[in-house]
C-alpha cells in the first residue's frame, strides 16, 4: 500500500485516509483502485470504516480531471477505463459493514461520489459539494451512478447542470450527507457515532447493511417478508443470545 492512503485498524474500525492533502486529495486511478481493495478487503478486521481526507478536504475530485489521453480510446475500451472508478463505488455499496465518510471540507466530483455513495456521511458546517464534471468537458453519469439510490431528480440534475457549490444543509436535504455538525465538533460527533453503532453485536451491523443495500430495491411486499425472515434468523442467532447474556 502507498503513503497516499493511510490505513489505522482501530479495533472493530478500519479508519482509511485520502492521504494527498496539498492537492485537496485528489485521487489518481491508483489510489482509487487502492481504496475499493481496501473497502473489498474491510469486512475480514472490522465492523466498521471510517473514510475521511487529510487535511482541509475530503476529496475535490480526480487528480488531472480533464486531460486528454494521447490516443482517445475506443467506446469499449473506455467502458473498461472507467471501471476503475465504478468498482470503487460498488465496493462501498456492497460492502458487508457500513462506512462513515467524513467531510471537513470539500467533496467534489469524485469525492461528492463518494460521500453519497457511502452509508453514513457526517459533514462539518464548512464543508462544500459540486458536481463540476460538465465543466471539464466530461459526462458526468458515473458521479451520477451514485447519486442513483440516494439523491431526487431533481436535485441530481441542478448539481449537474448547475455545477454550482452547495452548502452541507443542502447536500443534506439532497440526500448525500446523514447530518451537518459545527467544524469543531466534527471529530467528536464521529466518535460518539461509532461508539453507539459498536454497542450492537457485529451480526447486527452487518444485517442493517444488508437490509438498508437490498430492501429499498424489493417490491414492498418482499421488503417486508425479508425483514420479517432477516429478523427471525438475525434475532436467534448465537451472537445475539450471547449479547443479551
Given at each position: 500500500?502507498?503513503?497516499?492512503?493511510?490505513?489505522?485498524?482501530?479495533?472493530?474500525?478500519?479508519?482509511?485516509?485520502?492521504?494527498?492533502?496539498e492537492r485537496g486529495n485528489a485521487v489518481t486511478d491508483d489510489m482509487?483502485?487502492?481504496?475499493?481493495?481496501?473497502?473489498?478487503?474491510?469486512?475480514?478486521?472490522?465492523?466498521?470504516?471510517?473514510?475521511?481526507?487529510?487535511?482541509?478536504?475530503?476529496?475535490?475530485?480526480?487528480?488531472?480531471?480533464?486531460?486528454?489521453?494521447?490516443?482517445?480510446?475506443?467506446?469499449?475500451?473506455?467502458?473498461?477505463?472507467?471501471?476503475?472508478?465504478?468498482?470503487?463505488?460498488?465496493?462501498?455499496?456492497?460492502?458487508?459493514?457500513?462506512?462513515?465518510?467524513?467531510?471537513?471540507?470539500?467533496?467534489?466530483?469524485?469525492?461528492?461520489?463518494?460521500?453519497?455513495?457511502?452509508?453514513?456521511?457526517?459533514?462539518?458546517?464548512?464543508?462544500?459539494?459540486?458536481?463540476?464534471?460538465?465543466?471539464?468537458?466530461?459526462?458526468?453519469?458515473?458521479?451520477?451512478?451514485?447519486?442513483?439510490?440516494?439523491?431526487?431528480?431533481?436535485?441530481?440534475?441542478?448539481?449537474?447542470?448547475?455545477?454550482?457549490?452547495?452548502?452541507p444543509e443542502r447536500a443534506l436535504s439532497y440526500g448525500i450527507v446523514?447530518?451537518?455538525?459545527?467544524?469543531?465538533?466534527?471529530?467528536?460527533?464521529?466518535?460518539?457515532?461509532?461508539?453507539?453503532?459498536?454497542?450492537?453485536?457485529?451480526?447486527?451491523?452487518?444485517?442493517?447493511?444488508?437490509?438498508?443495500?437490498?430492501?429499498?430495491?424489493?417490491?414492498?411486499?418482499?421488503?417486508?417478508?425479508?425483514?420479517?425472515?432477516?429478523?427471525?434468523?438475525?434475532?436467534?442467532?448465537?451472537?445475539?443470545?450471547?449479547?443479551?447474556?
Amino acid at each position: 500500500m502507498s503513503n497516499d492512503i493511510l490505513t489505522k485498524q482501530d479495533g472493530p474500525i478500519l479508519r482509511i485516509t485520502l492521504n494527498q492533502p496539498e492537492r485537496g486529495n485528489a485521487v489518481t486511478d491508483d489510489m482509487v483502485r487502492e481504496l475499493t481493495q481496501l473497502i473489498g478487503d474491510a469486512a475480514k478486521t472490522s465492523d466498521i470504516v471510517v473514510l475521511r481526507g487529510a487535511g482541509k478536504d475530503f476529496c475535490v475530485g480526480r487528480f488531472g480531471m480533464g486531460a486528454r489521453p494521447a490516443v482517445e480510446p475506443t467506446a469499449y475500451e473506455r467502458r473498461n477505463f472507467s471501471d476503475v472508478v465504478f468498482d470503487a463505488y460498488g465496493a462501498m455499496r456492497n460492502c458487508p459493514i457500513p462506512i462513515v465518510a467524513v467531510v471537513q471540507g470539500g467533496a467534489h466530483g469524485f469525492g461528492c461520489a463518494i460521500a453519497a455513495a457511502c452509508d453514513i456521511t457526517l459533514a462539518s458546517d464548512k464543508a462544500s459539494f459540486s458536481v463540476p464534471e460538465m465543466a471539464h468537458q466530461i459526462m458526468p453519469t458515473m458521479v451520477m451512478s451514485s447519486f442513483v439510490d440516494r439523491v431526487p431528480r431533481k436535485a441530481m440534475a441542478y448539481l449537474v447542470y448547475s455545477m454550482f457549490e452547495v452548502t452541507p444543509e443542502r447536500a443534506l436535504s439532497y440526500g448525500i450527507v446523514s447530518d451537518v455538525v459545527p467544524a469543531a465538533q466534527l471529530d467528536a460527533t464521529v466518535d460518539k457515532l461509532t461508539a453507539a453503532m459498536l454497542k450492537a453485536p457485529s451480526i447486527s451491523i452487518r444485517s442493517a447493511k444488508e437490509y438498508v443495500r437490498t430492501a429499498p430495491d424489493m417490491p414492498v411486499a418482499g421488503a417486508v417478508e425479508y425483514a420479517r425472515n432477516l429478523h427471525a434468523t438475525i434475532n436467534s442467532a448465537a451472537e445475539i443470545r450471547k449479547a443479551r447474556g
